[in-house]
């Protein structure tokens, strides 16, 4: 069936260097992306999105790229900070469904 | 703004018992959506409000879940009666109406124990 999934479910870098998170999609019909960072006791909360129109936008000190052609979506994380730490969920929609469909998540663990 | 709110923030209950979770979306948002996260996985849907109408519930687990919006306000989530693998963290989230991609607003979510 069609899934939203992640290549690595935890991620270990030190303060002040980038960190790249990935994720794969199946459905060739998503065309509406977001990720999400929880923490811990919280919801999920909006980080950035992007559209299928588009293959790549930044926000304050985040990039998302897109890549279409091999369903892959990456969340980067420009001179990461103690307080970047959370697990970061991908998330895709398609025009057909209100309801977003979610990865299984990826620790990222910041070190001093 | 509020944000969206959920009631409680943390459940424990017996297997058979019956538990109601409650959202408060934010004012104004007519979508609202129940999310569940089962042992870690991922996030999973379960159903969406237009108002108070039931939109999609295709992913509603089985009938011991019920929700509801009377009102087209807050929505509750009723499990009944509870298993064991209904544990997990419940999340509402809700959306502005509106043609266009709109960004899901996530409540705390509900941690619920069934033991």
């Known amino acids: 069936g069609e899934s939203v999934g992640l290549h690595l479910p935890t991620l270990s870098v030190q303060e002040g260097d980038n960190s790249i998170i990935n994720c794969a999609y199946s459905?060739?019909?998503?065309?509406?992306f977001i990720w999400y960072k929880q923490e811990s006791g919280k919801g999920p909360q909006f980080i950035i999105d992007?559209?299928?129109?588009?293959d790549k936008r930044q926000g304050q000190r985040v990039t998302v790229l897109l890549n279409k052609t091999v369903k892959h979506l990456s969340l980067q994380i420009a001179a990461t900070q103690p307080g970047d730490s959370a697990v970061y969920f991908c998330?895709?929609?398609?025009?057909?469904?209100?309801?977003?469909?979610f990865g299984a998540g990826t620790r990222l663990t910041v070190k001093p | 703004e509020a944000g969206v709110t959920q009631f409680p923030s943390h459940s424990v209950i017996e297997k058979g018992q019956t538990v109601t979770l409650r959202c408060d979306p934010i004012s104004g948002h007519d979508n609202l959506y129940w999310y569940r996260r089962v042992m870690g996985k991922e996030i999973k849907f379960l159903l969406h409000f237009v108002k108070e109408s039931k939109q999609d519930e295709s992913g509603m687990p089985n009938n011991r879940f019920l929700a509801e919006r009377t009102g087209g306000t807050y929505s509750t989530l009723k499990v009944q009666p509870a298993e064991l693998e209904d544990s997990g963290v419940y999340f509402c989230?809700?959306?502005?109406?509106?043609?266009?991609?709109?960004?899901?607003?996530f409540g705390p979510g509900t941690r619920l124990t069934v033991l």
């Open positions: 998330a895709e929609k398609d025009r057909g469904n209100n309801d977003m469909r």
């Open positions: 989230a809700s959306s502005p109406l509106g043609a266009g991609y709109n960004e899901q607003f």
């Open positions: 459905n060739s019909a998503s065309d509406y």
């Open positions: 992007i559209r299928s129109n588009m």
